[in-house]
T-cell receptor, first 114, second 109 residues
Framework: EAGVVQSPRYKIIEKKQPVAFWCNPI?????LYWYLQNLGQGPELLIR????????DSQLPKDRFSAERLKGVDSTLKIQPAELGDSAVYLC????????????FGPGTRLTVT | RKEVEQDPGPFNVPEGATVAFNCTYS??????FFWYRQDCRKEPKLLMS???SGNEDGRFTAQLNRASQYISLLIRDSKLSDSATYLC??????????FGQGTTLQVKP
């Protein structure tokens, strides 16, 4: 069975440029998460989707970050404009309904903003 | 104060050693607890859940002390392949997972 797929794996952009990350969760997983992980820190939740509904986006910096999961399957996270402090690994995870403790993570997108 | 606190380490131990990590949490309403493992430059993966009665999975033992608000992970007979970062994780009453910063373990030959 395929795991969580993310692309791109690496992205280098200049500050003030836009960037987008894509995630395809495990088939049948209706819950999808976007996390940010800084070096030496644990993942921090940005947004959680139950199907196509964002049920927890309290940690998403809405002035520059946006996310969508239009058909309740794959999802896109966008940053516009990017800042130097956005350099981090962006992880996508998915889980079955009712099993949010068992999250399956994708390999992440390593973003460098110069 | 962080919701989940861990000693980042690194813990450097020889093969075959027993090593223990502790983690403290601040929110007494936290519902469930877990340990995730993250290899260098890889994604986190669920290692095991943590129950008040304690639970064991092979060489790994996890325990929860709700009164003192800490959880622990004990690894016996350490292997080189155990080298990784171990993330202490709690689940809030809304189901949100909150990760600690992780404790790095290096097992040396």
């Amino acid at each position: 069975e395929a795991g969580v797929v993310q692309s791109p794996r690496y992205k280098i952009i200049e500050k003030k440029q836009p960037v987008a990350f894509w995630c395809n969760p495990i088939s049948g997983h209706n819950t999808l998460y976007w996390y940010l992980q800084n070096l030496g820190q644990g993942p921090e939740l940005l947004i959680r989707y139950e199907n196509e509904e964002a049920v927890d986006d309290s940690q998403l910096p809405k002035d520059r970050f946006s996310a969508e999961r239009l058909k309740g399957v794959d999802s896109t996270l966008k940053i516009q404009p990017a800042e130097l402090g956005d350099s981090a690994v962006y992880l996508c995870a998915s889980s079955l309904a009712g099993r949010g403790y068992e999250q399956y993570f994708g390999p992440g997108t390593r973003l460098t903003v110069t | 104060r962080k919701e989940v606190e861990q000693d980042p380490g690194p813990f450097n131990v020889p093969e075959g050693a027993t090593v223990a990590f502790n983690c403290t949490y601040s929110n007494s309403a936290s519902q469930s607890f877990f340990w995730y493992r993250q290899d260098c430059r890889k994604e986190p993966k669920l290692l095991m859940s943590v129950y008040s009665s304690g639970n064991e999975d092979g060489r790994f033992t996890a325990q929860l002390n709700r009164a003192s608000q800490y959880i622990s992970l004990l690894i016996r007979d350490s292997k080189l392949s155990d080298s990784a970062t171990y993330l202490c994780v709690l689940s809030s009453n809304t189901g949100k997972l909150i990760f600690g910063q992780g404790t790095t373990l290096q097992v040396k030959p």
